[in-house]
């Protein structure tokens, strides 16, 4: 790889947690090979140290450890902090579970510099199977879902053509895979950002402790009118399943009633909730149908299912959400 300039120089961010030091350490493997000039790993008060185990990548790493597990938001905002202080300009921010390929990097940086514009926001996110896929699949099958006031992904006007895709199965890819595709939000898991957006949008809101927070983050982008852009050329591999990839082919309904952890499925609903509500933008009497008649059919569904407990914990996020009631919930503690 060419050799950049101080202010090209990219360092990866990398929150890690629990007891994921074998994932962690093959994460910042990839990331050195992949061509990352530095890597600081924010250690969100994992069982065992990462400290000592990362010491092999000598001064190539950076640990920053925290008390305890303060969530992703505080985590990712940890480590904004201390790459800025560190003088880098543009950030590649991963999970601890995330294998960069060694052409990510270089087709990432092609991208930013595609779109970015003195004093715009912009940022670029790689493509993952399980976050970006689905976008990039409706792009190549011309399918368009609506965005604005929808309700926990849920829009009354895309009904008829869910159920037509399910019953037909509508064929496979028909268009060209494009370039760079136009996100509405992304995860932190392979976003490219540079120091220019960060000081626009500011940190993670840590209020928001885990789940959604990182759209919320990067909605901030598009709503000053930045630029937020998938690159299905820039690759990342997941090093484990997502937690409710066992339930990737199943309705959102489903997802909701039947995932497998009531502490992911309350704060991944109460902060979805809250950013449909106050931070996607202006609400109406559309968004208002939208929530509920998605709620209507979610308590049909639980009460056909037997899973009326779920549905209740479910509505308590939902009034914690609209009470602005964020944080870190008593009865869900951080492992």
Do not use: C
């Amino acid at each position: 790889m060419q050799a950049r300039s101080d202010n090209q120089a990219v360092t990866a961010v990398i929150v890690t947690y629990g007891a994921r030091e074998r994932l962690v350490l093959t994460t910042l493997d990839a990331a050195r090979a992949g061509g990352l000039d530095h890597a600081i790993v924010i250690d969100n008060g994992s069982a065992t140290p990462i400290a000592p185990a990362a010491a092999r990548f000598g001064d190539w790493v950076t640990v920053v450890r925290l008390d305890r597990n303060r969530g992703s938001a505080a985590g990712f905002a940890a480590g904004i902090e201390a790459a800025l202080a560190a003088g880098y300009d543009r950030l590649l921010m991963l999970d601890d579970d995330n294998a960069v390929r060694t052409d990510t990097l270089p087709a990432l940086i092609a991208a930013f510099d595609a779109i970015k514009q003195p004093g715009v926001p912009a940022a670029v996110l790689a493509l993952r199977a399980g976050h970006g896929g689905q976008r990039l699949d409706h792009t190549q099958r011309g399918v368009t879902l609506a965005e604005r006031d929808t309700a926990f992904g849920f829009h009354i006007a895309d009904m008829a053509g869910k159920i037509a895709r399910r019953l037909f199965k509508r064929g496979k890819e028909t268009g060209a895979i494009p370039t760079m595709l136009p996100i509405p939000a992304a995860p932190y898991g392979g976003l490219l950002i540079d120091r220019e957006t960060i000081e626009r949008i500011g940190l993670p809101d840590e209020r928001y402790g885990l789940y959604q927070d990182d759209h919320e983050y990067t909605i901030r982008i598009l709503r000053q009118g930045g630029a937020l852009m998938l690159v299905p050329g820039a690759l990342i591999d997941d090093l484990e399943p997502s937690y409710n990839d066992a339930l990737s082919g199943a309705s959102s309904f489903a997802r909701w009633l039947r995932g497998p952890s009531d502490f992911r499925v309350f704060y991944t609903f109460r902060n979805m909730a809250h950013l449909d509500r106050y931070r996607r933008g202006p609400t109406g009497p559309l968004f208002r149908a939208n929530r509920a008649l998605f709620l209507t059919i979610l308590r049909a569904m639980a009460l056909k299912e037997g899973r009326m407990a779920r549905y209740r914990l479910l509505r308590r996020a939902l009034a914690d959400a609209d009470r602005e009631k964020l944080g870190i919930d008593p009865a869900f503690p951080l492992p």
